[in-house]
């Protein structure tokens, strides 16, 4: 699942360094949790609600 993290997120660029690293900190566990709940991936409370806080964020301008 590393590479499939590798090939999706290795090039992200949402226009914000901060989005970015959030992006890919959540990209890298979802893929080493592959298949699991998200609250047995997260390693904590705090950072379950992050990811959840994060996910529907309308900043993205994906170029299609």
């Known amino acids: 699942?590393?590479?499939?993290?590798e090939k999706?997120?290795?090039?992200?660029?949402l226009g914000d360094?901060?989005?970015?690293e959030r992006a890919m900190s959540?990209?890298?566990v979802l893929s080493l949790g592959f298949g699991k709940a998200l609250s047995?991936?997260?390693c904590n409370g705090k950072a379950l609600k992050r990811a959840y806080e994060f996910l529907p964020t309308q900043k993205w301008n994906f170029q299609v």
């Not at 699942?1 to 993290?5: G, N, Q, S």
């Not at 999706?8 to 660029?13: D, I, S, V, Y």
């Not at 360094?17 to 970015?20: D, F, Q």
């Open 1 to 5: 699942m590393l590479d499939w993290w």
């Open 8 to 13: 999706n997120f290795a090039t992200l660029e």
């Open 17 to 20: 360094r901060r989005l970015n």
């Open 26 to 28: 959540i990209g890298y």
């Open 40 to 42: 047995e991936v997260f």
